[in-house]
């Protein structure tokens, strides 16, 4: 509990997605045309998400001013609503951002904040000719690169970099065995039958923030119903079975990489409590022939503490991965020879599962 705390107060300084009035240098990697939307050599890894609007500056002023309209790791497309010196909107070329407050947007002419400046023919063109200096780790290509094709092209696929506005999840886990064993004296006087099966199925939601800027934006809480069944038998053939129906809550954070990326391993840390019913039985084997079954019913609670990741495709598809400690304690009522028991159950797990955000 204090290690959940402390993680709780120091959560909210590690939200990496800029603020208001926050400034960062960029290179334009492409332009279209028309000056309207420009691809930046920025993205997610430097905390710009889509909806942050921002002005374009260069030593002389004021460029344009955008909003963020899709974004990947390292790269993002803006959307130009405002023109304030368009010859400055070409390809390759050095300037900062700087995060402003939204500002509501309009088609209607009339209502335009101010008239829009009208780029010369050129459209690419060095950028210390045109007056932008080039700022310390502003050009992040390769010698002798002259573009970043590739990443264009994955950003201006209809496939989504990110999927904020999928931000309910649905998963699964499953894990079943159906074996069987058979116990027998070496006399053969006597055998015993008993199951050596077992399952964990385990279904669950987990809810993620649409509103990626703010500070909560790496956390998603989540619900699961876990049913868990284990059999085992005895070299006599004495079994016993377990049965656990456990409801969970808890809470996921992503202190490195936002939640909604997509063909990206996102690392995760993981809390939760449990809280259910268990049913045990003992069945009696060759020790005691013919003897009556032993069962006990209780209650069960318990919290597991892990580390994980997850992968999402496009599409919303993903796959999970948890290590976890878990810890459960049960405590009985009287069983069937008025003896009250209570157990605990504690170790490692792996856990694997599928899910689907919608």
Same mark, same amino acid.
């Given at each position: ?25 960029? *290179? ?6 028309? *000056?309207?939307? &420009?691809?930046?050599?920025? +993205? ?13 500056? &260069? ?15 390292? *790269? ?27 500002? !509501? ?31 310390? +780790?502003?050009? $992040? ?54 199951? @050596? ?12 923030? @649409?509103?990626? *800027? ?15 069944? @284990? %059999? ?6 004495? /079994?016993?079975? %377990?049965? &656990? ?42 020790? %005691?022939? +013919? ?18 990741? !997850? ?21 009985? /009522? $009287? $069983? $069937? ?14 856990? =694997?599962? =599928?899910?689907?955000?919608?």
């Amino acid at each position: 509990m204090k290690t959940l705390a402390l993680l709780l107060l120091l959560l909210p300084v590690s939200a990496f997605s800029l603020e208001v009035d926050e400034k960062l240098t960029v *290179r334009l990697v492409k332009t279209s045309e028309s *000056r309207k939307t &420009v691809m930046i050599n920025r +993205g997610t890894e430097d905390g710009l998400v889509e909806g942050d609007h921002a002005k374009f500056i &260069v030593t002389a002023g004021l460029v344009a001013r955008g909003v963020c309209v899709k974004v990947s790791p390292s *790269r993002s497309v803006w959307s130009i609503y405002r023109l304030v010196n368009a010859d400055f909107i070409v390809n390759e070329s050095v300037m900062s951002i700087k995060i402003t407050p939204p500002i !509501k947007l309009t088609k209607d002419e009339t209502q335009a904040i101010v008239e829009e400046d009208t780029p010369a023919a050129v459209t690419t063109g060095d950028a210390t000719q045109l007056g932008i200096p080039l700022a310390e +780790g502003a050009s $992040d290509l390769a010698p002798g690169a002259t573009g970043a094709s590739e990443d264009l092209r994955a950003l201006e696929d209809s496939a989504p970099a990110v999927i904020p506005e999928k931000n309910l999840e649905a998963f699964g886990m499953l894990n079943i065995s159906a074996l069987s064993g058979s116990t027998k004296t070496d006399t053969g006087a006597s055998s015993v039958t008993a199951s @050596q099966a077992g399952h964990h199925l385990g279904l669950g939601a987990e809810l993620y923030p @649409q509103k990626e *800027r703010e500070w909560y934006s790496r956390f998603s809480v989540l619900g699961a119903l876990n049913l868990l069944r @284990q %059999n085992s038998q005895a070299y006599n053939g004495s /079994s016993s079975t %377990n049965d &656990v129906t456990e409801f969970s809550f808890g809470l996921n954070w992503h202190p490195t990489k936002l939640p909604s990326q997509t063909l990206a391993f996102i690392p995760f840390v993981h809390a939760s409590f449990h809280l259910g019913t268990v049913e045990s039985t003992y069945s009696p084997g060759s020790e %005691n022939p +013919g003897g009556p079954d032993l069962s006990a019913s209780g209650k069960t609670a318990g919290f597991a503490l892990g580390f994980g990741y !997850k992968f999402y495709t496009h599409k919303g598809f993903g796959v999970r991965a948890l290590l976890d400690y878990y810890s459960r304690a049960e405590k009985f /009522s $009287d $069983d $069937d020879a008025s003896n009250a028991f209570n157990r605990t159950v504690a170790g490692p797990r792996l856990i =694997l599962g =599928l899910s689907y955000r919608f």
